[in-house]
């Protein structure tokens, strides 16, 4: 009688050539990336030395500066924030309704949909404030718009993936019953997608305080403008304060953010 030894295998051989093809493809990949990027060796060797000399020249810190300009260009950064993620709340709920294939059974809608979906995400929060300061000039009204579109696509993929995990039971309830639509939207989808909507709201105004806080340097107003002044005219003092500024927005937001999420949900 024969003795056959089997050895236990995690990947069969297709599965090792493909991840094989997988990491030489990575590496490859890589190397040609580090050719394409054109490192400056000389500018490596110094930056710790300009690093120094940087903080030098922002140090001591000018706090006098904050009630001047700083304050009120932090507001209007948190105001640009709030009415940019408000502007998209309204432009993405149809979007999200709309891609959500168990509630909108047309796929022409599905694919409109989430065309729009994926165009806003695609494209940068600077260069829709770019594209927005061109229409109508420097301001509020650009950095608002920008965070506006730029978080169209965000609050629609993830509130369109909710409403597909819904559990259908109360749905099909009160469908039986006659109900209409816009009832059963409220009753059925809403108190389910509720949490994870509250959540995506507040992680997305998160967000947006830290994309509306540099948005300012392309001309749509907020804190940046303030910050690319001084970097014009070398007030590096100026734009340690600023940057120090933004540092405490940013905490302050996180803080906010956890408290109200911890409250609500």
Same mark, same amino acid.
């Given at each position: ?6 050895? %236990?295998?995690? !990947? ?19 190397? %040609? ?9 000389? =500018? ?14 922002? %140090?001591?810190?000018?706090?006098? =500066? ?48 989430? =065309? ?14 770019? !594209? !927005?300061?061109?229409? =109508? ?129």
């Amino acid at each position: 009688m024969n003795n056959i030894n089997h050895s %236990w295998e995690r !990947f069969t051989v297709r599965e090792r050539l493909s991840r094989t093809i997988v990491y030489v493809i990575s590496v490859i990949t890589f190397v %040609w990336s580090l050719k394409t990027v054109e490192i400056i060796p000389e =500018f490596l060797y110094d930056a710790p030395e300009q690093m120094a000399d940087l903080f030098t020249r922002m %140090w001591p810190i000018d706090f006098a =500066f904050y009630p001047i300009k700083v304050h009120d260009a932090l507001i209007e950064t948190v105001n640009i924030a709030t009415l940019g993620t408000l502007t998209a709340i309204l432009m993405s709920i149809p979007l999200a309704i709309m891609s959500a294939s168990n509630i909108v059974k047309n796929p022409i809608s599905h694919w409109v949909a989430r =065309f729009f979906l994926v165009s806003s995400r695609s494209v940068n929060s600077l260069i829709w404030a770019l !594209f !927005f300061v061109a229409i =109508f000039g420097p301001g509020v009204i650009a950095g608002v718009l920008a965070i506006g579109f730029r978080s169209i696509g965000f609050i629609g993929k993830l509130l369109g993936e909710a409403l597909e995990e819904v559990n259908m039971g109360s749905v099909e309830a009160l469908r039986s019953t006659g109900t209409s639509w816009p009832i059963i939207m409220i009753k059925a989808y809403w108190p389910q997608v509720k949490p994870a909507f509250v959540s995506i709201i507040l992680f997305r105004w998160d967000i947006n305080v830290r994309e509306s806080a540099v948005l300012g340097m392309v001309g749509a107003g907020g804190i940046g403008v303030v910050i690319n002044d001084s970097l014009n005219l070398f007030e590096w003092q100026r734009v340690s304060i600023s940057l120090l500024t933004i540092f405490v927005l940013v905490i302050l937001a996180e803080i906010l953010v956890v408290s109200i999420r911890k409250r609500l949900i």
